[in-house]
């Protein structure tokens, strides 16, 4: 039984973290909009079931990216609160990959929604 409430304190944990994110993160709250814009327009235009499972797959992916970036950030930020090269390095790549989700996810959905609108 411990096991069972060991695992569901692990979602609450993982919801209170997404919570936390939405919070105190202006590009999350840009993401949660864009990701309810991408959700109502997939649904009016009446998507095929490939379509909306690889919406669903670029929509994670801007979210995971922003999720790490914004994780990585914060540890940099406490472990090095002074500037120092290697860290902006690698907080410059953090969010690259943010701008290579975000890019890989408009190029998607313009490649699905173009052509309904043709």
Excluded at 9 to 32: D, K, V
Excluded at 78 to 93: C, F, N, Q, T, Y
């Amino acid at each position: 039984m411990q096991t069972v409430r060991n695992r569901l304190r692990s979602f609450r944990f993982a919801f209170n973290g997404i919570l936390a994110f939405l919070r105190s993160e202006p590009n999350g709250r840009i993401h949660l909009a864009a990701t309810a814009a991408v959700i109502a327009l997939a649904c009016w235009l009446r998507c095929t079931l490939t379509e909306w499972v690889l919406l669903t797959l670029v929509m994670a992916l801007v979210w995971i990216t922003e999720m790490l970036n914004t994780a990585i950030e914060k540890v940099m930020d406490h472990l090095s609160p002074e500037r120092h090269p290697a860290v902006k390095w690698i907080k410059d790549v953090a969010a690259g990959a943010v701008l290579v989700a975000a890019i890989a996810a408009v190029v998607t959905g313009l490649l699905i929604f173009i052509p309904k609108f043709i």
